[in-house]
């Protein structure tokens, strides 16, 4: 289906190959480059004047930040309200580390419980307006019940194939929403392999971690209210739990195009970025310490933190950009420490975060024990989903 962006709010203008930087139309359905079989990536005009009153203020989700996202038509947007997650301080674990600034952004508190909720939104709005019919993904669990509510909230087809040892919260609201589920031994990876099987004919949208465009754009709305949360400062350091890579690299995006519309002031430097994995399957790791040339035949195996366990994500060489150009750094965390950050922040801070929120803060407190962090530097951490739905893997582990 070929769209026309006129009397179109979005800026958008064109997708390029994150690899080669291959210009793509924007306007017609896409999914990953026809030049190296890589993401595509959405371009903005961003060279004509565009101020901050742009943001809707009347609109407390994601959309506040429409001219910058890549939906055309306001009437093939699909929403639950994701987005505007608090940015909350942490007093009690800053004064016990004897840090000046430490916050955490909670994207539990969104739709469905996770981050998940943005890329969808974008990916099944964006999939609405080019004329997809269904959509099918390999899971860990919240993309799958992100997907499984928007496609609901489309009227669309929905297939969720997700690992058998996935907590059953996550399979139970997927049914609940009326998607077709089904489960694969093994990894994402593995879910990966039987999508292609069972897609060979292409007749659903793979909404896969960036085998189309838009979830990223989804994700980078975080980027710019992060900004907007903060006055329009950034932390010196932000910490993110990175299986695909998606928000950490949506992040840097909304930042860098802040950046060229002056919506930061010319002197803000942009935050050191971490990426968190875990000891069972980290991937970027390995590749970013030189230990392997790319994450091709890396075999990691499960984890608690569900959304870690990505062996192989296609978007490895856009992450390793990120850290190269934020001078950021890779850390993986073990089973127990997730289990102990959990404590922390819930014990300390009434937070009950995911496994993966968990791991962001225990890579701090390793980050600030090696002296890679100061405790005089503002440190945003980001917890991508509420710790409810893991409760099959974490029940009974409380006690220290």
């Avoid at 006129?6 to 291959?22: D, K, Q």
């Avoid at 968990?358 to 989903?385: C, F, P, S, Y």
Wanted: charged share 20%.
């Amino acid at each position: 289906m070929k769209l026309v962006a006129s009397e179109s709010l979005s800026r958008l203008v064109a997708l390029h190959c994150s690899a080669c930087g291959a210009e793509h139309s924007a306007f017609d359905l896409q999914r990953v480059s026809i030049c190296c079989s890589l993401p595509l990536v959405a371009d903005y005009d961003l060279h004509e004047p565009l101020s901050r009153d742009v943001i809707d203020q009347a609109d407390t989700s994601m959309w506040r930040y429409g001219a910058l996202l890549p939906l055309l038509h306001h009437e093939n947007k699909v929403t639950l309200g994701e987005g505007m997650t608090p940015v909350l301080n942490l007093p009690r674990l800053a004064a016990r580390y004897e840090l000046s600034s430490l916050r955490l952004k909670d994207e539990g508190q969104n739709p469905t419980g996770s981050f998940k909720a943005r890329g969808l939104s974008m990916a099944i709005s964006k999939a609405k307006e080019l004329g997809v019919d269904g959509c099918i993904i390999p899971t860990a669990g919240n993309a799958g019940v992100a997907m499984a509510a928007y496609c609901a909230r489309a009227g669309l087809r929905a297939v969720v194939v997700m690992p058998r040892h996935t907590p059953q919260a996550f399979k139970e609201e997927c049914y609940w929403y009326g998607a077709e589920v089904e489960l694969v031994d093994g990894l994402i990876s593995d879910c990966g392999a039987r999508v292609r099987q069972r897609n060979a004919d292409g007749a659903l949208l793979d909404i896969s971690t960036l085998k189309e465009p838009y979830r990223l754009e989804g994700k980078k709305t975080m980027g710019y209210e992060i900004a907007e949360q903060l006055n329009w400062q950034l932390p010196d350091v932000l910490l993110y739990p990175a299986g695909g890579g998606t928000g950490l690299i949506g992040i840097w995006k909304a930042f860098k195009e802040m950046q060229a519309l002056g919506w930061l002031a010319p002197e803000t430097p942009l935050p050191r970025m971490v990426a968190v994995q875990a000891k069972n399957c980290c991937p970027l790791l390995e590749t970013y310490a030189g230990r392997q040339p790319n994450c091709h035949s890396y075999q990691g195996s499960a984890t608690l933190a569900n959304g870690l366990a990505v062996p192989h994500p296609l978007g490895e060489a856009m992450m390793l950009r990120v850290l190269r150009e934020s001078r950021g750094t890779v850390v993986s965390v073990s089973e127990e420490d997730m289990l102990a950050g959990m404590r922390d922040l819930g014990q300390q801070e009434g937070l009950f975060v995911a496994p993966e929120g968990a791991a962001v803060w225990m890579a701090t407190r390793h980050l600030l024990a090696t002296g890679w962090l100061h405790r005089d530097e503002k440190i945003l951490l980001l917890n991508t989903g509420n710790g409810q739905k893991y409760m099959d893997n974490v029940a009974g582990r409380a006690a220290r």
